[in-house]
């Protein structure tokens, strides 16, 4: 069976994962479960968009993901789609939990190594909090109709070697 999608730590190290082997929901959790803020700062899935077993996946190959930034116990996710708007081919989303407060979600800062940044506090989630979100990604290639999307930012998806620099941009990107 060939490969649905793949994974990728740091936007570096990059692995095949099928979403139809019973493991494949095992291996995001693990990924996002390895985020210690440090050595491995982020985690991204993204639909291979033309399954090639036989070559690995390349940061460069993404069109559209999901990623996580920061550790295990404060994390942001991050949604990029193709969706045309305002002239870009794809839109550039934060995650959130539903907010049922009264007043305001208050701010709050991420850090993680070499960066970091500041969302409000229902777009903060820990690594138990995202696997599923990241397992049913891995399922359908979006998110779940409760997850809340805040809109950060279009891109301009064109050479294939300008995907990763915008999908990476992105992560400085999620400030409020």
Known sequence: MKPTHA????????????AHLAHGGEKVHLGVESLDGEETW???IWPIPDPNFYRAPRATDARACLQAAGSRSALTI????EEPRNGDTHCQ????????GV?????????????GTTVFENE?????????????YLEHDTVP?????RLIDTIALGQ??????AMVKHLSLIHI
């Open 103 to 115: 007043t305001p979600p208050r701010e709050v800062s991420l850090e993680w190594n070499g960066g």
């Open 7 to 18: 994974m990728t730590f740091n936007w570096n190290d990059s692995m095949h994962v099928d």
């Open 42 to 44: 982020s985690f991204a």
């Open 93 to 100: 989303y934060v995650l959130g939990k539903a907010w049922n």
């Open 145 to 149: 109709a409760e997850v809340e999307l």
């Open 78 to 81: 991050a949604l990029t789609r």
């Open 124 to 136: 903060v989630f820990t690594a138990d909090e995202a696997a599923p979100i990241f397992a049913y």
């Open 160 to 165: 294939p070697d300008t995907a990763r620099a």
